[in-house]
């Protein structure tokens, strides 16, 4: 392939942390490529939570204009952040390998200080804000926004006792500080810790090249997680968490939706046998669906658009 890859990507530091990563695991199969970097709205605007935004690809639909514009080849997404349904004549080319799915909190002073009854946590997600309330319910949690330079920046200077993120973005970019705890209870964000490329369907040559890159067992279980996520019809900033993993010849996953406010929760878990997989977030979801959380779901999307 004589065609020189265009990669998309965010600047952020973390997203051209993955974006590097693609590019180095192209370039050791002999392709050519080159960095292309973008500014999302959802990294120019950091003063309104991101539920109120039009969050639905508030971090990808740059990057999907400049490939339906012919400006880049392919485009490197936190999977999380994609919306289920991509543009049309967009679609997955690959997804790498999981990293770490976990939580973590980093916090300043003690651990019992954080975990006082008047402690205050930033986060910009619902579905931390709702689980860490569940958990913490005298706490108050205040929105925090930006890339993961930013928040952690924001965090050293505000009177504020922690700060939730993903692990897996602290520790791409080297700056998961001793000061954190794991928070081993939290469900992730469906897809949390993977990586995704899209590509236009009319690509075969990029599609082909992506292919190489494609990880089949993180594939199956972000694809279970979105499932159950789009089948509830939430966002991906609603309160909705999922995580499956594969267990020899099994598939485990468990889903949780909240309200906001972290009083109310509807959770679910579920083993099938791989063959089985393929349906299982979907059935999931309407188990809760069907269990009440069809009522806490239209409660949630009130509060959503406001």
């Known amino acids: 392939m004589s065609k020189i890859i265009r990669i998309g990507t965010r600047n952020s530091e973390l997203a051209l942390w993955q974006a590097y990563l693609v590019q180095g695991q192209l370039e050791k199969l002999d392709y050519q490529t080159e960095i292309v970097e973008l500014s999302s709205v959802g990294d120019e605007i950091l003063d309104i939570p991101l539920h109120q935004i039009g969050s639905m690809g508030v971090f990808t639909k740059t990057l999907d204009v ?20 991509l543009p049309e004549t967009i679609v997955q080319a690959a997804v790498l390998k999981r990293a770490d799915v976990h939580d973590v909190i980093v916090y300043k002073g003690t651990e019992e200080e954080l975990i006082a009854d008047n402690a205050t946590i930033a986060t910009g997600s619902l579905r931390r804000t709702a689980q860490w309330l569940h958990k913490y319910p005298t706490h ?29 973005g602290l520790e791409r970019i080297n700056l998961l500080p001793s000061n954190h705890l794991v928070l081993d209870w939290m469900i992730p964000a469906p897809a949390q810790g993977a990586i995704m490329i899209t590509a236009l369907d009319s690509q075969p040559e990029v599609l082909e090249a992506c292919a190489q890159l494609h990880h089949k067992e993180t594939a199956l279980c972000v694809g279970i997680e979105r499932d159950f996520m789009s089948t509830l019809e939430g966002g991906c900033t609603a309160p909705i968490g999922g995580y499956a993993e594969i267990i020899q010849d099994k598939v485990a996953f468990k889903g949780l ?39 806490l779901m239209k409660e949630i999307k009130k509060v959503i658009k406001k």
């Open 140 to 168: 108050n949690l205040t929105d925090l926004r930006g890339n993961v330079n930013t928040r952690l920046q924001k965090l050293e200077d505000n009177n504020w006792n922690g700060a939730i993120f993903a692990k897996a």
């Open 257 to 295: 939706l909240s309200a906001i406010d972290g009083v109310e929760q509807k959770g679910v878990f579920r083993i099938a046998n791989i063959k089985d997989a393929t349906v299982l977030g979907k059935e999931c979801a309407r188990e809760i669906l069907a269990n009440g959380g069809d009522v």
């Open 66 to 85: 400049a490939m339906l514009r012919g400006q880049i080849d392919i485009a490197v997404h936190s999977l999380k952040d994609v919306p289920t349904q």
